[in-house]
């Protein structure tokens, strides 16, 4: 079993800054992809950015130039540094994990609980 943890979330202004982190325990052979999603109230979850274990990355465009994602293949964590955040931002981010558990296994997604941001003044 792989358990995914978020931390970092929390109330911020318009214009600041927050830092997400996110690590990965339990078995695990390989981590594919892991990134963020995000759901804000009464809208659909949406992909925020995710990173590839080779470092390659990509970005919702609504995200593009404020947020990046990082990695640290040794720990199994991921963090995502938002800056410039806007009220629109605000929502639950969700870390998610693609592992595969044992050598031969097929990889399958695994997903945190969550932890919300709150952008306002």
């Known amino acids: 079993q792989v358990q995914l943890v978020e931390s970092g979330g929390g109330l911020v202004q318009p214009g600041g800054s927050l830092r997400l982190s996110c690590r990965a325990s339990g078995i695990i052979f390989n981590i594919y992809t892991m990134g963020w999603y995000r759901q804000a109230p009464g809208k659909e979850r949406e992909l925020v950015a995710q990173i590839t274990n080779g470092g390659s990355s990509n970005y919702a465009d609504s995200v593009k130039g404020r947020f990046t994602i990082s990695r640290d293949n040794a720990k199994n964590t991921t963090d995502l540094q938002m800056n410039s955040l806007k009220a629109e931002d605000t929502a639950a981010y969700y870390c998610?994990?693609?592992?595969?558990?044992?050598?031969?296994?097929?990889?399958?997604?695994?997903w945190g609980k969550g932890t919300l941001v709150t952008v306002s003044s």
């Open positions: 998610y994990a693609d592992v595969a558990t044992l050598r031969f296994d097929p990889r399958k997604t695994y």
